[in-house]
Protein backbone atom coordinates (compact mmCIF):
# COMPACT_ATOMS: atom_id res chain seq x y z
CA UNK A 1 0.00 0.00 0.00
CA UNK A 2 1.79 3.24 -1.07
CA UNK A 3 1.72 6.42 1.41
CA UNK A 4 -0.88 8.22 -0.41
CA UNK A 5 -3.36 5.60 -0.41
CA UNK A 6 -2.36 5.06 3.42
CA UNK A 7 -3.36 8.76 4.72
CA UNK A 8 -6.53 8.31 2.30
CA UNK A 9 -7.38 5.30 4.72
CA UNK A 10 -6.58 7.25 7.66
CA UNK A 11 -8.63 10.29 6.92
CA UNK A 12 -11.53 8.32 5.95
CA UNK A 13 -11.68 6.39 9.17
CA UNK A 14 -11.32 9.08 11.16
CA UNK A 15 -13.90 11.24 9.39
CA UNK A 16 -16.43 8.40 9.99
CA UNK A 17 -15.21 7.65 13.43
CA UNK A 18 -16.07 11.21 14.72
CA UNK A 19 -19.20 11.97 12.79
CA UNK A 20 -20.02 8.08 14.29
CA UNK A 21 -21.34 10.07 17.42
CA UNK A 22 -23.56 12.24 15.87
CA UNK A 23 -26.73 10.29 16.99
CA UNK A 24 -25.16 10.23 20.24
CA UNK A 25 -24.69 13.99 20.87
CA UNK A 26 -28.63 14.07 19.62
CA UNK A 27 -29.59 12.09 22.13
CA UNK A 28 -27.99 13.77 24.95
CA UNK A 29 -28.74 17.21 24.00
CA UNK A 30 -31.79 16.93 26.42
CA UNK A 31 -34.03 19.53 24.14
CA UNK A 32 -36.76 19.50 21.89
CA UNK A 33 -35.97 18.23 18.44
CA UNK A 34 -36.52 22.07 17.09
CA UNK A 35 -33.98 23.50 19.17
CA UNK A 36 -31.71 20.73 17.94
CA UNK A 37 -32.21 21.40 14.20
CA UNK A 38 -31.91 25.30 14.81
CA UNK A 39 -28.47 25.25 16.89
CA UNK A 40 -26.95 22.36 14.59
CA UNK A 41 -28.04 24.01 11.48
CA UNK A 42 -26.39 27.76 12.75
CA UNK A 43 -23.67 26.39 14.44
CA UNK A 44 -22.58 24.33 11.10
CA UNK A 45 -23.02 27.68 9.25
CA UNK A 46 -20.60 29.64 10.63
CA UNK A 47 -18.14 27.07 11.26
CA UNK A 48 -18.00 26.14 8.02
CA UNK A 49 -18.21 29.92 6.84
CA UNK A 50 -14.84 30.20 9.13
CA UNK A 51 -12.96 27.69 7.57
CA UNK A 52 -13.87 29.06 4.00
CA UNK A 53 -12.65 32.68 4.80
CA UNK A 54 -9.64 30.39 6.38
CA UNK A 55 -9.08 28.30 3.96
CA UNK A 56 -9.62 31.02 0.40
CA UNK A 57 -10.13 34.38 1.94
CA UNK A 58 -13.24 36.47 2.24
CA UNK A 59 -13.03 37.91 -1.33
CA UNK A 60 -13.78 33.94 -2.27
CA UNK A 61 -16.32 33.65 0.18
CA UNK A 62 -19.20 34.18 -2.61
CA UNK A 63 -17.73 32.35 -5.65
CA UNK A 64 -20.56 30.25 -5.69
CA UNK A 65 -22.28 33.33 -7.15
CA UNK A 66 -22.10 31.85 -10.55
CA UNK A 67 -24.24 29.18 -10.18
CA UNK A 68 -26.44 30.17 -7.14
CA UNK A 69 -29.55 28.65 -8.24
CA UNK A 70 -28.52 24.74 -7.75
CA UNK A 71 -25.99 26.08 -5.23
CA UNK A 72 -29.07 26.76 -2.95
CA UNK A 73 -31.26 23.74 -4.81
CA UNK A 74 -28.88 21.18 -3.46
CA UNK A 75 -28.59 23.18 -0.10
CA UNK A 76 -32.44 23.11 0.33
CA UNK A 77 -32.25 19.64 -0.44
CA UNK A 78 -29.68 18.97 2.13
CA UNK A 79 -32.08 20.97 5.44
CA UNK A 80 -34.35 18.24 4.81
CA UNK A 81 -31.53 15.40 5.14
CA UNK A 82 -30.03 17.30 8.11
CA UNK A 83 -33.79 17.64 10.08
CA UNK A 84 -34.97 14.06 9.05
CA UNK A 85 -31.84 13.02 10.57
CA UNK A 86 -32.37 14.64 13.88
CA UNK A 87 -36.31 14.06 13.62
CA UNK A 88 -35.96 10.13 12.99
CA UNK A 89 -33.35 9.81 15.57
CA UNK A 90 -35.66 11.56 17.95
CA UNK A 91 -38.71 8.95 16.96
CA UNK A 92 -37.28 5.51 16.42
CA UNK A 93 -34.39 3.74 17.79
CA UNK A 94 -30.65 4.90 16.34
CA UNK A 95 -29.96 1.49 14.77
CA UNK A 96 -32.91 1.88 12.63
CA UNK A 97 -31.95 5.17 11.82
CA UNK A 98 -28.57 4.91 10.93
CA UNK A 99 -29.33 1.08 8.88
CA UNK A 100 -31.97 2.60 7.00
CA UNK A 101 -29.95 5.58 5.97
CA UNK A 102 -27.02 3.65 4.93
CA UNK A 103 -29.13 2.59 1.88
CA UNK A 104 -28.52 6.12 0.21
CA UNK A 105 -26.29 5.53 -1.98
CA UNK A 106 -29.10 2.78 -3.37
CA UNK A 107 -31.82 5.67 -3.72
CA UNK A 108 -28.92 7.17 -5.93
CA UNK A 109 -28.46 4.90 -7.76
CA UNK A 110 -32.65 4.52 -8.84
CA UNK A 111 -32.78 8.40 -9.38
CA UNK A 112 -29.28 8.22 -11.69
CA UNK A 113 -31.47 6.03 -13.52
CA UNK A 114 -34.92 7.96 -13.39
CA UNK A 115 -33.74 11.57 -13.86
CA UNK A 116 -29.83 10.93 -15.58
CA UNK A 117 -31.14 7.80 -17.87
CA UNK A 118 -27.90 6.21 -16.76
CA UNK A 119 -28.38 2.59 -16.58
CA UNK A 120 -28.53 0.47 -13.43
CA UNK A 121 -26.89 -2.57 -13.35
CA UNK A 122 -28.15 -6.14 -12.32
CA UNK A 123 -26.48 -6.34 -9.13
CA UNK A 124 -27.50 -2.91 -7.76
CA UNK A 125 -31.02 -3.86 -8.65
CA UNK A 126 -30.48 -6.88 -6.63
CA UNK A 127 -29.01 -4.74 -3.87
CA UNK A 128 -32.01 -2.84 -3.65
CA UNK A 129 -34.07 -5.65 -3.36
CA UNK A 130 -32.71 -7.85 -0.44
CA UNK A 131 -31.82 -4.11 1.02
CA UNK A 132 -35.51 -3.97 0.95
CA UNK A 133 -36.29 -7.12 2.29
CA UNK A 134 -33.98 -5.96 5.86
CA UNK A 135 -35.97 -2.61 5.22
CA UNK A 136 -39.47 -4.77 5.88
CA UNK A 137 -37.83 -6.54 8.85
CA UNK A 138 -37.22 -3.40 10.71
CA UNK A 139 -40.26 -1.91 10.17
CA UNK A 140 -42.38 -5.14 11.19
CA UNK A 141 -40.53 -4.48 13.98
CA UNK A 142 -42.29 -1.45 14.44
CA UNK A 143 -45.30 -1.71 13.43
CA UNK A 144 -47.68 -0.40 16.39
CA UNK A 145 -45.01 1.07 18.02
CA UNK A 146 -43.78 4.78 18.05
CA UNK A 147 -40.73 3.86 16.31
CA UNK A 148 -42.90 3.27 12.78
CA UNK A 149 -42.70 7.31 12.79
CA UNK A 150 -39.02 7.60 12.74
CA UNK A 151 -38.65 4.57 10.10
CA UNK A 152 -40.61 6.44 7.56
CA UNK A 153 -38.22 9.52 8.42
CA UNK A 154 -35.55 7.99 7.84
CA UNK A 155 -36.53 6.31 4.35
CA UNK A 156 -37.77 9.68 3.45
CA UNK A 157 -34.02 11.27 4.89
CA UNK A 158 -31.96 7.89 3.02
CA UNK A 159 -34.24 9.41 -0.33
CA UNK A 160 -33.10 12.57 -0.07
CA UNK A 161 -29.67 12.36 0.32
CA UNK A 162 -29.76 9.97 -2.55
CA UNK A 163 -31.17 12.71 -4.77
CA UNK A 164 -28.89 15.38 -4.03
CA UNK A 165 -25.96 12.36 -4.77
CA UNK A 166 -27.88 12.37 -7.80
CA UNK A 167 -27.97 16.01 -7.96
CA UNK A 168 -24.49 16.78 -7.48
CA UNK A 169 -22.85 14.02 -9.76
CA UNK A 170 -24.89 15.91 -12.23
CA UNK A 171 -23.20 19.35 -11.54
CA UNK A 172 -19.96 18.20 -10.54
CA UNK A 173 -18.88 22.00 -11.14
CA UNK A 174 -20.95 22.88 -7.92
CA UNK A 175 -18.62 23.65 -4.48
CA UNK A 176 -20.00 21.16 -1.84
CA UNK A 177 -18.18 23.21 1.00
CA UNK A 178 -19.91 25.96 0.25
CA UNK A 179 -23.75 24.13 -0.36
CA UNK A 180 -23.23 22.21 3.33
CA UNK A 181 -22.64 25.49 4.78
CA UNK A 182 -25.32 27.30 3.46
CA UNK A 183 -27.76 24.51 3.78
CA UNK A 184 -26.82 25.02 7.78
CA UNK A 185 -28.21 28.53 7.80
CA UNK A 186 -30.93 27.29 6.25
CA UNK A 187 -31.36 24.81 8.34
CA UNK A 188 -31.50 27.21 11.12
CA UNK A 189 -33.57 29.84 9.95
CA UNK A 190 -36.30 27.22 8.26
CA UNK A 191 -37.19 25.94 11.92
CA UNK A 192 -36.51 29.38 14.00
CA UNK A 193 -40.36 29.25 14.20
CA UNK A 194 -40.64 26.31 15.84
CA UNK A 195 -37.77 26.12 18.12
CA UNK A 196 -37.30 27.75 21.52
CA UNK A 197 -33.39 28.69 20.84
CA UNK A 198 -32.72 30.67 24.09
CA UNK A 199 -34.56 28.52 26.55
CA UNK A 200 -32.32 25.72 26.98
CA UNK A 201 -29.86 24.45 29.71
CA UNK A 202 -26.02 25.44 29.45
CA UNK A 203 -25.40 21.20 28.86
CA UNK A 204 -27.57 21.82 25.66
CA UNK A 205 -25.14 24.47 24.24
CA UNK A 206 -22.81 22.80 24.72
CA UNK A 207 -23.70 19.41 23.16
CA UNK A 208 -24.96 21.48 20.44
CA UNK A 209 -21.77 23.70 19.87
CA UNK A 210 -19.78 20.53 20.09
CA UNK A 211 -22.23 18.88 17.31
CA UNK A 212 -22.17 21.68 15.14
CA UNK A 213 -19.04 24.39 15.78
CA UNK A 214 -16.35 20.88 16.03
CA UNK A 215 -17.70 17.27 14.83
CA UNK A 216 -20.24 17.66 11.81
CA UNK A 217 -17.54 20.00 9.70
CA UNK A 218 -14.54 17.99 10.69
CA UNK A 219 -16.20 14.75 9.83
CA UNK A 220 -16.76 16.37 6.46
CA UNK A 221 -13.84 17.95 5.98
CA UNK A 222 -12.05 14.65 6.62
CA UNK A 223 -13.90 12.72 4.54
CA UNK A 224 -13.52 15.30 1.67
CA UNK A 225 -10.12 15.34 1.88
CA UNK A 226 -9.94 11.39 2.09
CA UNK A 227 -11.04 11.49 -1.78
CA UNK A 228 -7.96 13.27 -3.05
CA UNK A 229 -6.05 9.63 -1.56
CA UNK A 230 -8.81 7.24 -2.35
CA UNK A 231 -11.78 6.63 -4.77
CA UNK A 232 -15.15 7.83 -4.23
CA UNK A 233 -16.25 4.03 -4.07
CA UNK A 234 -13.87 3.24 -1.09
CA UNK A 235 -14.75 6.58 0.75
CA UNK A 236 -18.68 4.96 0.65
CA UNK A 237 -17.41 1.95 2.33
CA UNK A 238 -15.35 3.38 5.27
CA UNK A 239 -18.90 5.36 5.79
CA UNK A 240 -20.97 2.33 6.52
CA UNK A 241 -18.69 2.03 9.87
CA UNK A 242 -21.11 4.49 10.56
CA UNK A 243 -23.52 2.38 10.66
CA UNK A 244 -22.28 0.19 13.30
CA UNK A 245 -20.48 2.53 15.39
CA UNK A 246 -23.57 4.43 15.65
CA UNK A 247 -25.74 2.94 17.49
CA UNK A 248 -22.81 0.82 19.47
CA UNK A 249 -21.87 4.80 21.42
CA UNK A 250 -25.48 5.02 22.11
CA UNK A 251 -26.01 1.63 23.35
CA UNK A 252 -22.69 2.13 26.30
CA UNK A 253 -23.93 5.35 26.83
CA UNK A 254 -27.55 5.30 27.50
CA UNK A 255 -28.17 2.23 27.34
CA UNK A 256 -30.41 2.25 23.79
CA UNK A 257 -30.31 -1.32 23.13
CA UNK A 258 -31.93 -1.93 19.43
CA UNK A 259 -34.28 -4.26 18.67
CA UNK A 260 -33.67 -7.84 17.38
CA UNK A 261 -35.19 -6.69 14.54
CA UNK A 262 -32.84 -4.38 13.56
CA UNK A 263 -30.20 -6.66 14.38
CA UNK A 264 -31.54 -9.21 11.08
CA UNK A 265 -32.57 -6.32 9.02
CA UNK A 266 -29.33 -4.35 9.84
CA UNK A 267 -27.45 -7.54 8.81
CA UNK A 268 -29.00 -7.92 6.05
CA UNK A 269 -28.97 -4.20 4.63
CA UNK A 270 -25.77 -3.61 5.79
CA UNK A 271 -23.74 -6.78 4.40
CA UNK A 272 -25.38 -6.34 0.97
CA UNK A 273 -24.30 -2.72 1.00
CA UNK A 274 -20.55 -4.26 1.38
CA UNK A 275 -20.75 -6.58 -1.03
CA UNK A 276 -21.81 -4.05 -3.39
CA UNK A 277 -19.94 -1.70 -2.57
CA UNK A 278 -16.78 -3.88 -2.52
CA UNK A 279 -17.66 -5.46 -6.66
CA UNK A 280 -17.96 -2.22 -7.50
CA UNK A 281 -14.68 -1.34 -5.96
CA UNK A 282 -12.74 -3.78 -7.45
CA UNK A 283 -14.88 -3.76 -11.09
CA UNK A 284 -14.06 0.73 -10.88
CA UNK A 285 -10.79 2.67 -11.17
CA UNK A 286 -12.44 6.00 -10.41
CA UNK A 287 -10.92 9.67 -10.46
CA UNK A 288 -10.40 10.85 -6.92
CA UNK A 289 -12.49 13.72 -6.02
CA UNK A 290 -11.14 16.60 -4.67
CA UNK A 291 -12.41 18.89 -1.87
CA UNK A 292 -14.13 21.88 -3.16
Same mark, same amino acid.
Request: net charge positive; aromatic share 12%.
Given at each position: ?6 ? /? *?? @?? +???? !???? %??? $? &? ?18 ? /? *?? @?? +???? !???? %??? $? &? ?18 ? /? ?210
Amino acid at each position: MDNLKAK /G *II @LA +ATGV !FIIS %FDA $L &LVRIAYTNVWNIIFWRGIFM /G *IS @LT +AFLI !FRDG %FNR $L &LDFRSNWFKTLLSSAIFVVS /GAGFVLSVENTTVANTVVILSMAPLFAALFTRIFLGEPVKSKTWIAMIISLIGVIIIFQDSLGSLNLKGDIIAVITAASMGLNLTFLRKNPELKRTPIVCISGFMLGFAFLPLAAPFDMGVNSYVVLGIMGLFQMPMAMIFMASATRYITSPEASMFQLIESVLGPVWVWLAIGEKPPEATFIGGAIILLTLFVHSYTELKRRKSKPDILQ
